[in-house]
């Protein structure tokens, strides 16, 4: 049995379903994200680990024990909100000893326990003072530490870094992993922050509509999308996803995209045998903008790059890349390419198109085919 | 806040500014006078009052009208002087403010972190309680101190005015409470911390502006309350209000205007005192969550 085990959990608020029945396992030591958009279930998900919601039907169990009917404070879990809820009228270490002086601890070993934890997060000059005096960083670090002062079994994190500005967010997302490399704590985090969920993770669970769509090492997330949904979710700038018509050519399956000025373009399938059988279907090839390059910029390792003449209709040069944007099948289409390389909107440019990445889904159920 | 508190001043210029200081001037005066009336006419021995000078300066100042009404006059059929209704009101005014305010407190609490089918309804009800008039419930409320045991006494008071105040002190805490952070609770709950606890630990802690604002409103109104004083209270257990009446009504043979005005502003010294003392406290805790920041 997994050290975190939810099995056909399902919350319900009289009529309506927010989160349908849903299995994850997770080991001990895992760093479990929950990301999708507003209203996708994955802070209920979290409440309901936490206790703080009623499970509808199902069960979730920590080491084996099935936490249903399980008040949140005896589960030894700690959580760390987005709104970081310090007591405002409690100090930096009174806060942090909150939980233990509740849970009975004598008052020797809680001020131990503080000051280790102050000195892990390197927050001891601020133990004296109230929440309203400290920083939006600071605060950040004192939820952190009032959760890691319990040791309890799992970590539960609330969007923590959604009310940090851009560069301090990214220091914190850096912090927060090296603090899971280093004590090796279970996890489970919950973002709408699709790149936070790929750095921090060991496995992504991406929800949408009260689903689990996919549950996956970032990786497994990121190349190999289970639906239409995870591809568009997962990644900035997002997957692209055009309509195609699949053909067979020479044996070989290949991909028919309409372009721009009329004509047709025509990308052979990296597996051209599995595809061949859904000749003459339409799909939706899904192509990440880093698979679309100049040509001197394409993945040299790649056996499968094929190359489109297309119209560029506008570049947006972002410093370290410039992106390339054009028409496929009547889509929006952006290409990653190198910074320093010389195109202009109006131009008909060469396109490399690295076609072991692509992917392909059914228009109408959105699901993965090949 | 302060940078921009200044910004919002409109500048004007200095002969509108005289304009204004001095209507702000008169209208000072206007609403000054009557105390001033009263303080000097309570510091001067009467046959000056009869002699025509309500206005004017005492020629003699003396305390004696002061002593008088606080321990001889007298009050009904009793030469007691004020002080006995006095206490009577303090008796009856620390504990009924005290306990509504705990309680209401308690309700806020409750209606908005502790949800609960039909909790809207409760609050509704207790709302609707803040608006009955008094004069409805005056012959209920006797027959139920009487089934009580409580007829006739202090304690019957404090708990009719509990009774009144709840509604009021409820809607105050409710929605201040309204804007305190849910996560903070929800923290608190996983840390370990129950019902109470959160609640003295955690809520009551942050409710000092609502706090006194409630105290001040059930203080003032409770303190000041003729009505409930003069139908359900004895000899022994008046308050101060209605012993004021009495003092005023049961003089006989010559009335001691010196004497009424030191009384009546005895009877106003507690209620301008917590003005006072709490009065900043009010208008931002009447505010309080209106504007951010």
């Given at each position: 049995?997994s050290?975190?085990?939810?099995?056909?959990?399902?919350k319900?608020?009289?009529?309506?379903?927010?989160?349908?029945?849903?299995?994850?396992?997770?080991?001990?030591?895992?760093?479990?994200?929950?990301?999708?958009?507003?209203?996708?279930?994955?802070?209920?998900?979290?409440?309901?680990?936490?206790?703080?919601?009623?499970?509808?039907?199902?069960?979730?169990?920590?080491?084996?024990?099935?936490?249903?009917?399980?008040?949140?404070?005896?589960?030894n879990?700690?959580?760390?909100?987005q709104?970081?809820?310090?007591?405002?009228?409690?100090?930096?270490?009174?806060?942090?000893?909150?939980?233990?002086?509740?849970?009975?601890?004598?008052?020797?070993?809680?001020?131990?326990?503080?000051?280790?934890?102050?000195?892990?997060?390197?927050?001891?000059?601020?133990?004296?003072?109230?929440?309203?005096?400290?920083?939006?960083?600071?605060r950040?670090?004192?939820?952190?530490?009032?959760?890691?002062?319990?040791?309890?079994?799992?970590?539960?994190?609330?969007?923590?870094?959604?009310?940090?500005?851009?560069?301090?967010?990214?220091?914190?997302?850096?912090?927060?992993k090296?603090?899971?490399?280093?004590?090796?704590?279970t996890?489970?985090?919950?973002?709408?922050d699709?790149?936070?969920?790929?750095?921090?993770?060991?496995?992504?669970?991406?929800?949408?509509?009260?689903?689990?769509?996919?549950?996956?090492?970032?990786?497994?997330?990121?190349?190999?999308?289970a639906?239409?949904?995870?591809?568009?979710?997962?990644?900035?700038?997002?997957?692209?996803?055009?309509?195609a018509?699949?053909?067979?050519?020479?044996?070989?399956?290949?991909a028919?995209?309409?372009?721009?000025?009329?004509?047709?373009?025509?990308l052979?399938?990296?597996?051209?045998?599995?595809?061949?059988?859904?000749?003459?279907?339409?799909?939706?090839?899904?192509?990440?903008?880093?698979?679309?390059?100049?040509?001197?910029?394409?993945?040299?390792?790649?056996?499968?790059?094929?190359?489109?003449?297309?119209?560029?209709?506008?570049?947006?040069?972002?410093?370290?890349?410039?992106?390339?944007?054009?028409?496929?099948?009547g889509?929006?289409?952006?290409?990653?390419?190198?910074?320093?390389?010389?195109?202009?909107?109006?131009?008909?440019?060469?396109?490399?198109?690295?076609?072991?990445?692509?992917?392909?889904?059914?228009?109408k159920?959105?699901?993965?085919?090949? | 806040?302060?940078t921009?508190?200044?910004?919002?001043?409109?500048r004007?210029?200095?002969?509108?500014?005289?304009?204004?200081?001095?209507?702000?001037?008169?209208?000072?005066?206007?609403?000054?006078l009557?105390?001033?009336?009263?303080?000097?006419?309570?510091?001067?021995?009467?046959?000056?009052?009869?002699?025509?000078?309500?206005?004017?300066?005492?020629?003699?100042?003396?305390?004696?009208?002061?002593?008088?009404?606080?321990?001889?006059?007298?009050?009904?059929?009793?030469?007691?002087?004020?002080?006995?209704?006095?206490?009577?009101?303090?008796?009856?005014?620390?504990?009924?403010?005290?306990?509504?305010?705990?309680?209401?407190?308690?309700?806020?609490?409750?209606?908005?972190?502790w949800?609960?089918?039909?909790?809207?309804?409760?609050?509704?009800l207790?709302?609707?309680?803040?608006f009955?008039?008094?004069?409805?419930v005056?012959i209920?409320?006797?027959?139920m101190?009487?089934?009580?045991?409580?007829?006739?006494?202090v304690?019957?008071?404090?708990?009719?005015?509990?009774?009144?105040?709840?509604?009021?002190?409820?809607?105050?805490?409710?929605?201040?409470?309204?804007?305190?952070?849910?996560?903070?609770?929800?923290?608190?709950?996983?840390?370990?911390?129950?019902?109470?606890?959160?609640?003295?630990?955690?809520?009551?802690?942050?409710?000092?502006?609502?706090?006194?604002?409630?105290?001040?409103?059930?203080?003032?109104?409770?303190?000041?309350?003729?009505?409930?004083?003069?139908?359900?209270?004895?000899?022994?257990?008046?308050?101060?209000?209605?012993?004021?009446?009495?003092?005023?009504?049961?003089?006989?043979?010559?009335?001691?205007?010196?004497?009424?005005?030191?009384?009546?502003?005895?009877?106003?010294?507690?209620?301008?005192?917590?003005?006072?003392?709490?009065?900043?406290?009010?208008?931002?805790?009447?505010?309080?969550?209106?504007?951010?920041g």
């Amino acid at each position: 049995m997994s050290f975190l085990e939810i099995r056909n959990a399902t919350k319900s608020y009289g009529a309506v379903k927010v989160l349908h029945e849903t299995n994850i396992a997770v080991e001990e030591g895992e760093f479990l994200v929950l990301v999708g958009p507003s209203g996708c279930g994955k802070s209920t998900l979290l409440s309901m680990i936490a206790g703080l919601e009623d499970v509808t039907s199902g069960d979730i169990s920590i080491k084996g024990r099935s936490m249903n009917g399980v008040r949140p404070a005896d589960r030894n879990i700690a959580m760390v909100f987005q709104s970081y809820a310090l007591y405002p009228n409690m100090n930096v270490a009174q806060n942090m000893a909150f939980g233990l002086e509740m849970h009975g601890v004598p008052k020797e070993d809680r001020d131990k326990a503080v000051a280790q934890v102050a000195e892990l997060l390197q927050i001891q000059p601020l133990l004296d003072r109230k929440p309203g005096q400290l920083s939006g960083g600071q605060r950040q670090r004192v939820a952190m530490g009032r959760a890691l002062v319990r040791d309890p079994d799992v970590f539960l994190f609330d969007e923590p870094l959604s009310n940090l500005d851009a560069k301090l967010r990214v220091d914190m997302r850096t912090e927060i992993k090296k603090l899971h490399q280093k004590l090796g704590t279970t996890i489970v985090y919950v973002t709408h922050d699709q790149i936070e969920a790929l750095t921090l993770s060991t496995r992504i669970a991406v929800m949408y509509g009260g689903y689990v769509q996919q549950l996956g090492t970032p990786k497994e997330v990121y190349d190999n999308p289970a639906n239409m949904f995870v591809a568009g979710f997962m990644g900035s700038p997002s997957m692209n996803l055009f309509p195609a018509k699949v053909a067979v050519e020479n044996g070989r399956a290949v991909a028919k995209i309409t372009l721009a000025d009329g004509g047709t373009g025509t990308l052979p399938f990296a597996d051209g045998n599995a595809m061949a059988e859904h000749d003459g279907r339409d799909i939706i090839l899904g192509i990440r903008p880093e698979a679309i390059t100049d040509e001197d910029g394409a993945d040299r390792n790649s056996n499968a790059i094929h190359r489109i003449d297309a119209r560029v209709e506008i570049t947006e040069p972002a410093g370290s890349d410039t992106f390339v944007v054009t028409q496929f099948g009547g889509k929006e289409v952006t290409g990653r390419f190198r910074a320093d390389v010389d195109v202009k909107a109006g131009d008909t440019f060469p396109f490399a198109i690295n076609m072991e990445k692509a992917v392909a889904f059914d228009p109408k159920t959105e699901e993965r085919i090949g | 806040m302060s940078t921009n508190a200044s910004s919002q001043i409109i500048r004007t210029g200095s002969g509108a500014r005289f304009v204004i200081y001095t209507i702000l001037a008169l209208f000072c005066l206007y609403y000054l006078l009557p105390l001033y009336v009263m303080v000097v006419n309570s510091l001067k021995p009467l046959s000056e009052i009869q002699a025509g000078g309500m206005m004017a300066l005492p020629g003699e100042w003396t305390l004696d009208p002061w002593k008088s009404a606080w321990s001889t006059a007298q009050i009904g059929v009793a030469a007691t002087g004020l002080k006995p209704y006095f206490l009577n009101s303090i008796l009856m005014v620390v504990p009924a403010v005290a306990i509504s305010t705990v309680l209401g407190a308690l309700n806020g609490y409750v209606l908005t972190k502790w949800r609960f089918r039909g909790d809207t309804i409760v609050f509704g009800l207790l709302l609707f309680g803040c608006f009955i008039p008094f004069q409805m419930v005056l012959i209920p409320m006797a027959r139920m101190l009487g089934l009580m045991g409580l007829a006739g006494t202090v304690p019957g008071l404090i708990f009719v005015h509990l009774v009144y105040g709840i509604g009021f002190s409820t809607l105050y805490f409710r929605n201040y409470y309204e804007q305190f952070p849910t996560e903070l609770v929800r923290a608190a709950m996983i840390d370990g911390a129950g019902f109470f606890t959160i609640f003295y630990r955690i809520m009551l802690p942050s409710s000092g502006p609502i706090a006194v604002v409630c105290i001040i409103w059930q203080f003032t109104n409770i303190w000041n309350d003729f009505l409930f004083g003069a139908s359900f209270s004895d000899f022994d257990s008046q308050p101060m209000t209605v012993a004021l009446n009495n003092l005023v009504q049961s003089s006989t043979g010559v009335k001691e205007y010196n004497v009424h005005f030191a009384g009546a502003i005895m009877a106003a010294l507690p209620t301008l005192l917590v003005y006072i003392v709490a009065g900043r406290y009010f208008v931002r805790g009447l505010m309080a969550g209106s504007v951010k920041g």
